[in-house]
């Protein structure tokens, strides 16, 4: 069975901080993957895509991966109050496929 | 670009009634839409695939009589709840993908509440 897991939090920082959140998958042959944004009574919005091993950076936001260890993360420099959101991680096996998401992980970014 | 807007954002139904939602992709072909319901406080939960022209697939548990999908275009697909009843009060989320791609852009949402 595909899963994703992701720690639910809240996950608090301070303005400022580095914000770390990670994801884990159990699907081996997982080829995409991806972060969305989701502030609370809105929809999720996607943040970047990753599908190779190592850093992807855009803006304040670096994704990372690593298949060998089946885990993909996302940091977000310079936390803001505004990046108060919940967070999911999204995981494709491949093209065609549907995305298994994680339960997303809730930040907190305080003043 | 990749914008995909949700009609109607709330509805507010009597039970029993049916209510249709629509999700359109405003700048882009979208072979595949997905819908999805989110309950306060829990995660996504995919509720259909449907791919233009073709039968939506539905998830385990999702009652394919009760939630009617159509993608009759590249560009429409609508979710209609038939005989709505309060416990189907959620928030709706489509969500499409073009073709080639594998990144999903999701629509705003539709809030139903079902009295």
């Known amino acids: 069975q595909k899963e994703v897991e992701q720690n639910s939090g809240p996950l608090s920082v301070p303005e400022g901080a580095i914000a770390s959140l990670n994801c884990t998958y159990s699907?081996?042959?997982?080829?995409?993957f991806f972060w969305y944004r989701q502030y609370s009574g809105k929809s999720p919005e996607l943040i970047m895509s990753?599908?190779?091993?190592g850093d992807k950076e855009d803006g304040r936001f670096t994704a990372q991966l690593n298949k060998a260890s089946q885990y993909v993360s996302l940091l977000i420099r310079d936390s803001q109050p505004s990046d108060s959101a919940t967070y999911l991680c999204?995981?494709?096996?491949?093209?065609?496929?549907?995305?298994?998401f994680g339960p997303g992980t809730r930040l907190s970014v305080l003043p | 670009g990749a914008v995909v807007s949700q009609h109607p954002s709330r509805v507010i139904c009597k039970s029993g009634t049916s209510v249709k939602i629509e999700c359109r992709s405003l700048?882009?072909?979208?072979?595949?839409m997905f819908w999805y319901r989110q309950f306060p406080k829990q995660s996504l939960m995919l509720m259909a695939t449907?791919?233009?022209?073709?039968?939506?697939?539905?998830e385990q548990g999702v009652e394919k009589d009760k939630f009617l999908i159509n993608h009759a275009s590249l560009t429409l697909s609508t979710l209609t709840v038939t005989s709505a009843h309060p416990e189907d009060s959620s928030f709706y989320i489509c969500?499409?993908?073009?073709?080639?791609?594998?990144?999903?852009?999701f629509g705003p949402g539709t809030r139903l509440l079902v009295l």
């Open positions: 969500s499409a993908r073009q073709q080639s791609q594998e990144t999903q852009y």
């Open positions: 699907d081996r042959v997982s080829q995409s």
């Open positions: 990753i599908y190779s091993n």
């Open positions: 999204a995981v494709n096996t491949g093209y065609g496929q549907n995305f298994v």
């Open positions: 700048d882009f072909q979208a072979t595949t």
């Open positions: 449907s791919n233009e022209g073709s039968k939506a697939t539905y």
